[in-house]
């Protein structure tokens, strides 16, 4: 996915198809995806769409912060 590209034009992919694991996984990882959405995608079933939006640079600081503290005490 284009980094371009509007977030709401990009909120479609998310809906769950098995069918489609890549397109939600760069919907995922997109800069511009609403904060809100990317902490809901933290807990998505499909572990690289997950990771894909703990990767994204637009998750706010405290989900950070709390996705390395649940991360560590699992060590």
Known sequence: MHPSTRADAALP????????????????????????VLVGLLGDGD?????????NPALPPAAMRELVRALGAGT
Do not use: T, Y
């Open 13 to 36: 992919g998310l809906a769950a198809n098995p069918a489609r694991p890549r397109a939600r996984r760069a919907v995922a990882a997109h800069p511009a995806l609403p904060p809100r």
């Open 47 to 55: 572990g690289e769409v997950a990771e894909a939006a703990a990767a």
